[in-house]
C-alpha cells in the first residue's frame, strides 16, 4: 500500500553534516506526522525529530539546534538535516510516517539507512 525509502546515510567524521532523505510511494491519500528514529547498538529505538502535516516539530533534546527536520508534503518526502554531529550520533535512522492510503490509516517504517560518525 505504501513504502518509505530512505537514503543520504554514510560514514562522516565529527563535526561533519549529513542530510537523509525518506520518500514515501504506493497508494497514499494523505501523510500525517513523519518523523526520524535510531538505534544504536545495544540501544533501544529512539525518537530523533517529528514534523506535523502543518510543519510544526520537536527534537530529542540530544540533537536540538544541531538537526533539522523538514517535509514536502507535494513530493510525499521528509528530510534531516544533521550538522555538528558527534560519535554518539552513531546509529541506523529510520523514517517513520503515519499514512492514510485509499483503504486504511497506518504506521509505516523505512528499512533503515547507517550513519556513523567517526574519524
Known amino acids: 500500500q505504501a513504502q518509505l525509502v530512505e537514503s543520504g546515510g554514510g560514514l562522516v567524521q565529527p563535526g561533519g553534516s549529513l542530510r537523509l532523505s525518506c520518500a514515501a510511494s504506493?497508494?497514499?491519500?494523505?501523510?500525517?506526522?513523519m518523523g526520524w528514529y535510531r538505534q544504536a547498538p545495544g540501544k533501544q529505538r529512539e525518537l530523533v525529530a517529528v514534523i506535523t502535516r502543518g510543519g510544526d516539530n520537536h527534537y530529542a533534546d540530544s540533537v536540538k539546534g544541531r538537526f533539522t527536520i523538514s517535509r514536502d508534503n507535494a513530493k510525499n518526502t521528509v528530510w534531516l538535516q544533521m550538522n555538528s554531529l558527534k560519535p554518539e550520533d552513531t546509529a541506523v535512522y529510520y523514517c517513520?510516517?503515519?499514512?492514510?492510503?485509499?483503504?486504511?490509516?497506518?504506521?509505516?517504517w523505512g528499512q533503515g539507512t547507517q550513519v556513523t560518525v567517526s574519524s
Open positions: 517513520n510516517a503515519d499514512i492514510q492510503t485509499w483503504q486504511t490509516r497506518n504506521d509505516y
Open positions: 504506493g497508494t497514499i491519500f494523505l501523510i500525517y506526522n
